[in-house]
C-alpha cells in the first residue's frame, strides 16, 4: 500500500492545480484513468464521462488530454457535437471503426444524449449500414466516449449513463495566467508519460494481487464489469468512491422536470375535472388559445416541452402517445395513470407510495 500511495501522488500531482468542484470529481477523474487503461478486459461496457465546469478555460478539454497522451500517446481525437442524429449515427461508426482508444465530443452547448448514443453507451456490439454502401457492418464498442461543456444538461436516459467529473473556478482570466506548477502541463506529461504508466500500473497490480477486494455490495445496472474493477480500484488507492459523481446530475436532468411541469399541470387541470380529464378535453383548452386562462398557460408551457403549440393545436393522437409514454411513470411522489372509461381514456394524477 505504500507503493500505491507513492503512485498516486505521481498521477495527482499532473492533475493537482485543477479545480475540482470536490474530492468525489477528482476520483471520477481518476476512474477514467484507469478505464483507458484496462478497458480491453472489463467485460461490458463503459461510462460515458462528461468533463463539465461553470466557465470556459478551466482545463475541461486538457483533464482527458492528459489521459489519452499517457495511454495512447496522443491528445484526445475531437468531434463537434450535433443535434442531427442520423449524423450522430454516421460518426459513432466511423469512430468506432478507426479504433480510436477515446473520444471527445467537445463544447456540447445543447444538452447531451439521443437514441444513438443510448444505445452506444450500453451497448457491446455497434451495428449500422456503412456510408454510400448496401452493406451491414459490426462492431465491438471499445471506444471511450466523453462529453465536455459549460453547466451540461442531461436529456433522456443518458443521466444513467454518465459518470460527471465536474470543474469549478470562480477565479476569472484563469487560462490567461502564467503561474501554474507546469506551465506547458501536456508538454511535461509527455515527458513523465512513463513514470505515469509505471504509476497506473502500480495501483492496478496491487488491486489485482489483491483479488479486486469489493468496497461494498453495491453496483451500477449495465455497468457491472467497470463497476467492479475500475470504481473498486479508485477506492482501493484510498480514494472517494467516483460513483458518487453521479449524484449531483440529478439536477440536471432536464426531461426529468419536463415531466414533473407536466405531472403538474395535468394535476392542476385534472382538478377543476374532478380529478379526470380526456385528451379531448386537453385540447379544447390548448385550441382556445385564451391567454389569460391559468389553465392554457400551464398546460400550454408544459406540453411545449415536448410537442409544437405554436399556433397548432396538437392531435388527439400526438397529446395520447404522449400521456402513454408517462404513463405510471413516478416523479415526486405522483405518476399519470389510465382508467378505460366507454368510448374513450380517463386520464388522472394520483399520489404513489413512495
Known amino acids: 500500500m505504500e507503493d500505491v500511495h507513492g503512485a498516486l501522488e505521481t498521477i495527482f500531482d499532473v492533475v493537482a492545480e485543477f479545480p475540482f468542484d470536490s474530492e468525489v470529481y477528482k476520483s471520477a477523474w481518476l476512474a477514467a484513468f484507469f ?33 489519452s497522451i499517457v495511454v495512447f500517446g496522443c491528445e484526445i481525437a475531437r468531434m463537434p457535437p450535433t443535434t442531427d442524429e ?6 459513432i461508426t466511423s469512430t468506432i471503426m478507426s479504433g480510436d482508444g477515446m473520444v471527445l465530443i467537445d463544447n456540447i452547448d445543447k444538452g447531451l444524449g439521443s437514441a444513438a448514443l443510448d444505445a452506444l453507451i450500453t451497448g457491446t456490439v455497434w451495428k449500422d449500414r456503412l456510408l454510400g454502401l448496401n452493406r451491414i457492418v459490426e462492431l465491438a464498442i471499445t471506444t471511450i466516449f466523453c ?38 502541463l501536456l508538454n511535461h506529461v509527455r515527458q513523465v508519460r512513463g513514470s505515469l504508466i509505471h504509476a497506473a500500473l502500480t495501483i492496478l497490480r496491487a488491486f489485482f494481487l489483491a483479488g479486486c477486494p469489493k468496497a461494498d455490495n453495491k453496483t451500477w445496472g449495465s455497468f457491472e464489469s467497470w463497476f467492479d474493477l475500475v470504481r473498486n480500484a479508485v477506492i482501493f488507492a484510498g480514494c472517494e468512491d467516483p460513483s458518487k459523481a453521479r449524484d449531483g446530475l440529478k439536477a ?103
Open 252 to 354: 440536471a436532468d432536464d426531461e426529468q422536470d419536463r415531466i414533473s411541469q407536466l405531472i403538474d399541470a395535468l394535476e392542476t387541470f385534472g382538478q377543476k375535472k374532478d380529478g379526470k380529464f380526456t385528451t379531448g378535453e386537453i385540447i379544447a383548452v390548448l385550441a382556445s388559445h385564451d391567454f389569460e386562462s391559468f389553465n392554457y398557460k400551464l398546460l400550454k408551457d408544459a406540453i411545449q416541452n415536448f410537442l409544437p403549440v405554436n399556433g397548432i393545436t396538437p392531435s388527439a393522437e400526438k397529446i395520447g402517445k404522449l400521456l402513454r409514454k408517462y404513463l405510471e411513470r413516478p416523479c415526486n411522489g405522483r405518476a399519470l395513470m389510465r382508467v378505460n372509461a366507454g368510448n374513450g381514456a380517463l386520464w388522472s394524477v394520483r399520489t404513489i407510495q413512495k
Open 35 to 67: 478505464t483507458a487503461f484496462i478497458r480491453a478486459i472489463i467485460q461490458g461496457p463503459v461510462p460515458f464521462f462528461t468533463i463539465d465546469g461553470n466557465d470556459r478555460g478551466i482545463g475541461k478539454s486538457k483533464l482527458v488530454d492528459i489521459i
Open 86 to 91: 442520423e449524423e450522430e449515427r454516421k460518426r
Open 147 to 184: 462529453g465536455s461543456g459549460i453547466n451540461l444538461f442531461l436529456k433522456g436516459d443518458m443521466i444513467r449513463r454518465v459518470l460527471q467529473i465536474r470543474l469549478r473556478c470562480d477565479e476569472e482570466g484563469r487560462d490567461e495566467k502564467r503561474n501554474f506548477k507546469y506551465a506547458h
